[in-house]
């Protein structure tokens, strides 16, 4: 078994709409050895080694479903055994993931689409490596691949060093309480980098976390509570109890400063922090000197301070309440009157919650150097047996850091210890902060009973609180979350998700447009590449989730507009988990049978993903049987249907029940778009009106505007703003590169559009019929080299009645295809269908096949030209022949210039040329225009 090839979604997709990984297996021989053939001398094993899989429900959803399956006579294949396994790999290194699918793929015996869930990719992935070489260690010797783990191999080290691997990557603690109260209030979450740095929110509504610090957290705040010298005199001016407190830099400042204070003391290094350094009760110079040392090891400044005997608690304070205490105990063993302390230390790191570092919610016991100190002040080393309920403490502090244990005393702190802590943190600044308190016991006052404070922590950790040892879990992550985003803040700017075979980068710009317009800062992505603002950020096709996350990310973004192909949802999912409003503008032949994808159908199925997760409301293409068809699968609050027949059955239906519809209508003047919505009735716009119709000639462009004023409707943009927004957006290679450019500055009238599918084409054909011309109408045909030959003769059908001369051409990316192979099979299907050989042109290069385009029109001519690197194109359509006429702003002196190509030209030493789509101007030195 092996795997062929791996997609890593990582949002909604036709598989879920949460994160997954899809396998492509091909089981080979093992096709003919399901678990049944198998038998217990594979199955026994493999329950040994991950019991849990006993849990696992598969189809009859309930414990023990899955090994049900393994042991039915046939039992069941191998790629679904894998599937299980990786999840409950996941499930052993602390990822909760349940849902996993395995289907064999029609037509390919023996392959299977093997899809499970993840939390961390790289996690996920680990997983299902790992899940491969257990299955294939297991194998009887007959059916074992060259590639399976030697007979040495150990699955036991195997797993545990997985699990570490797993651990290493996930959130600590306390960032996972953050993310898991956003996703308990559905505020949507990004991970910024491999450790804390995480994004709550999208667009102007972020806020950042690192660890427990976040992006309002005040930076002279945190320096405060870094100095612990600071800090205590700040305090200390406050009238808030403190011990008293010396700088030394020395072993026998140290001793001088002891003596001034007054033994007992603590020595603590004056910028550590998690206990590091850190030494209490010390009562000789000798202490001190031993103390120093291990101070030093952590900072030159060492703070010595008066020794405030009680238990150690946390009092956490966010924004102004005190939400947790817990009383620390340092790391300690219980003696049984059996077991040596080293025993002992290790039944204790046995308890799974205990790890390293911060990776659980405890950390190990260690016995070092700190913890010989302690022992041997009992006159105790490793191997010494305490006696049955001893406590024997290996630290002096009570971090959790450094194995200590707490217990959540929120419910009995008094108010006066409430009160003080909250005081504390306000005076340091912190919006959140851990008040470090010694007192013997926190249920009294500090005055009646004494203590003090001995620091204030900037980005506390939180998961004594989340996790305690004992008593109830408080919920400061929740704490943290409301305070970032109060009731009724919106945590989510509006998403907008475009989807269909033809239309949707046009439809995309002419909503940023109307969002624009509106006053919103638009955040688009769409084939043309990634635009802030209007503003191009990152040119290409930029419709996955990279670019998602690029729009989402960006805290300057009021509204993001969406354009979803399919092959970034084939490849990657969605970049975000739900759409306030989506729309799917069509589906017809294109890109079939890649990806998998080889019907109508399929191709439907994925877009029908944006449609699954629109929140607000579904708009779909009423005149396009595959797309009514997804209202069966959208949970939007709104359905809206765009038509162009006005006498549409369902249609009028839907808006007698009081739905949305965007009708267009016969009017006195021309066309109507309409407006149907709670059996209210308003006309929008004349389509003559939109100048990217061209005067209602372009009915693509009538379409793609209604899904726009649509999209714009149920984002509550006003009518008089979708009125205005649709009235100045044009088809010019500025707003709308590679749509319907149309250049008139020629004796002949060209079109530039990069149609490159059979519906798309037909749209051109038909504008071009409808537009009409004196003389001669050309094309310049082509299409893709990875689409199926039907697809390309089927291009050549559509254009073959509409045009007098075909120039043929290839595309630069040739996509597999020979170098003159779509260019000659348009040619031949041409004269298929009665196309006279004289009247056909073969150039395969594309910049050649434009300039014979160009030279061979005669004026009255309509040149219809199908680009693929459509910016090149456009400037040889607009510098072709005539030559550029320029003017110095100064002189007012013009001159032509007779060139095919004037970037940079140079006029003088300090004057050259700029050309770009805006057109040619002149320049003086590094000015622009």
């Known amino acids: ?151 040495d191999w150990d699955f036991a080290e195997e797993r545990d060093s997985y699990i570490r691997y797993a651990q290493s990557r996930a959130l600590g603690p306390s960032t996972a309480s953050l993310v898991s109260a956003a996703e308990d209030r559905g505020i949507p979450w990004l991970r910024l980098n491999r450790y804390s740095l995480v994004q709550f929110g999208y667009g102007r509504y972020q806020q950042r976390i690192q660890a427990t610090t976040t992006g309002n957290t005040s930076n002279i705040a945190v320096e405060l509570a870094s100095d612990k010298e600071e800090t205590n005199s700040i305090l200390r001016d406050l009238g808030l109890p403190v011990p008293k407190q010396i700088i030394v830099r020395t072993a026998s400042q140290g001793v001088r400063a002891a003596e001034r204070i007054g033994y007992p003391v603590v020595m603590k290094p004056l910028a550590g922090n998690h206990g590091r350094g850190v030494s209490i009760d010390l009562r000789t110079p000798e202490d001190i000197e031993v103390a120093f040392e291990k101070a030093r090891e952590h900072g030159r400044s060492i703070v010595v301070e008066s020794y405030i005997e009680g238990f150690d608690h946390r009092l956490v304070v966010i924004n102004g309440e005190l939400v947790a205490a817990a009383k620390r105990v340092p790391g300690h063993v219980v003696g049984d009157g059996k077991n040596s302390i080293e025993e002992l230390v290790d039944i204790v790191n046995s308890d799974p919650r205990r ?125 943290v979350i409301d305070m970032l985003f109060p009731p009724d803040t919106p945590s989510r700017i509006p998403i907008a998700a475009i989807t269909g075979t033809n239309g949707k980068t046009t439809t995309a710009r002419m909503l940023a447009h109307i969002l624009k317009l509106s006053g919103l800062t638009v955040g688009l992505t769409s084939t043309d590449g990634v635009y802030i603002d209007g503003n191009l950020s990152v040119p290409g096709d930029m419709t996955g989730p990279v670019s998602a996350h690029m729009i989402l990310r960006d805290p300057s973004v009021d509204v993001a507009v969406m354009e979803v192909a399919r092959g970034g949802l084939l490849r990657s999912g969605l970049g975000f988990q739900e759409a306030n409003v989506s729309a799917c503008l069509n589906v017809s032949a294109d890109h079939l049978g890649l990806r998998g994808i080889n019907t109508l159908e399929q191709l439907a199925e994925v877009k029908r993903v944006p449609i699954e997760i629109a929140k607000d409301a579904a708009i779909l293409n009423a005149d396009d049987a595959l797309c009514l068809q997804m209202a069966d699968y959208t949970k939007a609050e ?151 030959d039907e697809d390309i003769r089927e291009i050549a059908k559509i254009a073959s009645g509409h045009f007098d001369r075909f120039i043929c051409r290839c595309d630069d990316n040739r996509r597999g295809r020979g170098e003159d192979e779509v260019a000659v099979m348009l040619k031949n299907r041409l004269l298929e269908l009665g196309v006279s050989a004289d009247r056909i042109e073969v150039v395969p290069d594309e910049q050649e096949a434009t300039a014979r385009a160009l030279e061979s029109s005669s004026t009255g001519d309509l040149l219809l030209i199908l680009g693929d690197n459509t910016t090149r194109t456009w400037k040889q359509i607009i510098y072709f022949n005539s030559g550029a006429k320029v003017e110095d702003a100064d002189t007012k002196a013009t001159m032509s210039i007779d060139l095919p190509d004037i970037e940079g030209f140079t006029l003088t030493e300090d004057l050259h040329i700029i050309s770009d789509e805006r057109g040619v101007r002149i320049a003086r030195g590094e000015e622009s225009d």
């Open 355 to 479: 790890g390293v570092g911060h990776e659980k919610v405890l950390t190990r016991l260690e016995l070092d150097d700190q913890a010989e100190r302690m022992m041997k002040k009992l006159g105790y080393d490793r191997s010494s047996v305490p006696g049955k309920d001893e406590l024997v403490y290996l630290r002096s502090t009570a971090n959790l850091s450094t194995g200590g244990t707490a217990i959540d005393v929120t419910d009995v702190i008094h108010p006066d210890n409430r009160e003080m802590a909250i005081r504390a943190v306000k005076a340091i600044g912190l919006d959140i902060g851990g008040v470090d308190f010694l007192t013997k016991d926190i249920t009294e006052s500090y005055r009646d009973a004494g203590g003090g404070i001995c620091e204030i922590n900037a980005g506390p950790g939180f998961r004594m609180h989340v996790a305690p040892s004992e008593g109830t879990p408080r919920d400061v992550g929740g704490a």
């Open 638 to 788: 709104k359905l809206c249907y765009v038509t162009m027949n006005p006498s549409h059955s369902l249609v009028k239906q839907h808006i007698r029940a009081g739905g949305q519809a965007f009708v267009l209508e016969q009017g006195m003047n021309g066309h109507m778009i309409t407006i149907y919505d709670n059996e209210s009735h308003t006309p929008l716009l004349w389509t003559h009106l939109i100048p990217a119709t061209i005067e209602g000639r372009a009915l693509h462009n009538v379409q793609n505007a209604m899904f726009a004023a649509a999209l714009a409707y149920n984002m509550n943009i006003s009518l008089e703003d979708i009125r205005h927004g649709l009235r100045t957006f044009d088809s010019s290679f500025f707003q709308a590169p590679g749509r319907m450019n149309i250049y008139d500055e020629h004796p002949f009238r060209v079109i530039l559009d990069y149609a490159h599918n059979p519906a798309a084409v037909s749209a051109m054909c038909g504008l071009v019929d409808r537009m009409g011309a004196e003389g001669n109408k050309i094309i310049v045909l082509a299409a893709p080299g990875d689409r199926r």
């Open 1 to 151: 078994m092996k795997i062929v090839s791996t997609n890593v979604f990582v949002g909604p997709s036709v598989y879920a709409h949460f994160p997954v990984i899809r396998h492509v297996l091909d089981l080979g021989v093992l096709e003919e050895w399901p678990t049944g053939k198998l038998g217990e001398a594979f199955i026994g094993p493999l329950l040994d080694f991950l019991p849990g899989l006993n849990e696992h429900g598969c189809s009859y959803r309930e414990p023990g479903g899955f090994v049900r399956r393994m042991r039915e006579d046939e039992g069941t294949w191998l790629g679904h055994v894998m599937e299980h396994v990786a999840i409950e790999l996941q499930n052993v290194a602390g990822s909760a993931v349940t849902f996993g699918r395995t289907r064999s793929i029609e037509g390919q015996p023996g392959h299977y689409n093997m899809v499970f869930q993840y939390k961390d990719k790289a996690v996920g992935r680990e997983a299902s490596a790992l899940a491969l070489n257990l299955i294939h260690s297991l194998l009887p010797d007959e059916v074992k691949p060259s590639d399976a783990p030697s007979d």
